[in-house]
């Protein structure tokens, strides 16, 4: 009798897991904004992973200053790879190859259009999951930055 109880008892103890384990794994879903404000990021489901594109820029396009851009979608200018030069920023993945770690912590990649680079990233929710810990690094987490995004409705 006690064997024929262990067996489904297991089976729900390990479906109940993954139930919690993917429940916080969502946690980094929806929209953050970046501290100076400049962007909002939206962070979704790709697959079994979480993947995050740029969803708003306070300045979408480049100022009369910029003579030969001005008034142009801003584009991927510093991909070190000449054919992703034209993308626009807007809709841009930028989060790739998130996984839910546990304890609070997704790892993957960051790419920052800013310098052409794609680093290595780790994210975390605090704050009641308003704020999210964007960690970008290379090779180990010691080398690396740190920003704190806040949570926010799809059009704030």
């Given amino acids: 009798m006690r064997k024929t109880l262990i067996a489904p ?3 729900a103890l390990l479906l ?45 396009v480049y100022p009369p200053k910029d003579k030969d851009l001005a008034g142009l979608p801003k584009i991927d200018l510093k991909n070190p790879d000449a054919r992703l030069r034209n993308r626009k920023l807007l809709g841009l993945t930028i989060l790739e190859g998130f996984r839910y770690k546990g ?39 010691l080398l690396g930055r740190t920003q704190t995004w806040t949570r926010q409705t799809k059009d704030s």
């Fill in 16 to 60: 109940w897991t993954a139930v919690v384990q993917g429940a916080d794994g969502d946690a980094i879903l929806g929209y953050w904004k970046t501290p100076d404000g400049d962007a909002q990021f939206e962070i979704y489901k790709c697959g079994p992973e979480y993947c995050g594109r740029i969803a708003q820029l306070e300045e979408p």
């Fill in 103 to 141: 304890g609070n912590t997704w790892a993957g990649r960051i790419y920052n259009p800013e310098d052409g680079n794609t680093y290595k990233c780790r994210l975390s929710v605090a704050g009641r999951g308003e704020r999210l810990k964007v960690r970008g690094y290379l090779g180990v987490s």
């Fill in 9 to 11: 008892l297991m089976l």
